[in-house]
């Protein structure tokens, strides 16, 4: 199931996903938002032995797809532009660029620990990148949804719960409608989409959670003859580096997300200020 995710992963790229990050970078540079230029580049994983060598090809692919989603990191966004004219537009991609520093961010944990061979620490960074590139489909198809429908309260409490969602009971208690979905909900969404995806992120589970998968069958070994157990630092490392990288596999679909989700703002922001211009009292409402 792992194998056919990975293939599929693999395989699922647009094929104009250069000519729309070119115009999301023409975008950033209206001075609504300014892309990356300072923050610390992510590392690089390294293909090695633990890895088959038709693996090298989607190391590869991987590696030059973090670098294009690094690139594309806000490191401000500015209440000018598109988001002068709405608030909700600004609040979108805040969340949005919110969620592709966490992507970023989560590549290059897995990799530093893969080329550190703390195969354990790359599979919690890896899960956590399923999680949070699942969380980041259904936020688009949920803005094309809502702005199909015109529906810019929708929108907003789209937005609003995105960037403060919490589980912690005192702060839902006074703010209800930040109420973090749980994450299985967006797996399974996603799942419905590439079948595979949540037996996978299951079976990767299985080893970041401190179950026997993710202790003793992962560094330990029985010998039955005379009982003795023997500990190293990896069982399985080639069956464990396939699992990682069936993982991180769908990091560059996020290329095709993030620029259609550009596109999506922008429109909110031209269907906002069509219903409630600047400096209108419907505006001045927040009214949808």
């Known amino acids: 199931m792992a194998d056919a995710w990975l293939r ?23 001075g609504a938002i300014l892309l990356s230029m ?14 088959a060598e038709s693996d090298k090809k989607l190391v590869s692919r991987l590696n030059a797809s973090l670098d294009r989603l690094s690139g594309l990191r806000a ?21 949005q660029h919110a969620l592709l520093h966490r992507l970023v961010a989560l590549m290059d944990g897995a990799s530093v620990a893969w080329n550190n061979r703390c195969t354990l620490s790359a599979m919690l960074s890896a899960r956590a990148l399923m999680e949070t590139f699942a969380l980041m489909a259904e936020f688009e198809r949920q803005v094309m949804r809502l702005l199909k429908e015109e529906n810019l309260r929708g929108l907003d409490a ?6 403060f969602a919490s589980r912690d009971p005192e702060w839902i208690k006074a703010n209800p409608e930040t109420q973090a979905v749980s994450v299985l909900t967006y797996i399974d969404k996603f799942d419905k989409r590439a079948e595979g995806f949540r037996g996978h992120y299951d079976i ?21 003859t005379d009982g003795t ?6 069982r399985e490392p080639a069956r464990n580096g396939q699992m990682i990288l069936a993982a991180l596999a769908p990091l560059p679909l996020v290329e095709s997300i ?11 922001s031209d269907l906002h200020h069509r219903v409630a211009p600047v400096g209108s009292p419907a505006s001045e409402r927040g009214s949808a």
């Open 38 to 51: 300072s923050l610390k580049e992510p590392t690089h994983l390294e293909w090695d032995d633990r890895l």
């Open 258 to 268: 993030s620029a259609r989700l550009d596109e999506l703002i922008e429109k909110v």
């Open 158 to 163: 789209l937005a609003q719960n995105g960037i």
């Open 8 to 30: 599929g992963a693999a395989r699922g790229r647009d094929g104009d996903v250069r000519e729309k990050l070119a115009a999301g970078v023409k975008l950033g540079h209206t």
């Open 229 to 234: 157990v023997r500990f190293c630092d990896e």
């Open 204 to 224: 990767l589970s299985e080893r970041c959670h401190p179950n026997s998968l993710g202790h003793n069958f992962m560094f330990s070994k029985l010998d039955r």
């Open 75 to 95: 490191v401000e966004i500015n209440v000018s532009g598109k988001f002068l004219r709405s608030k909700i537009a600004w609040k979108l991609a805040t969340y």
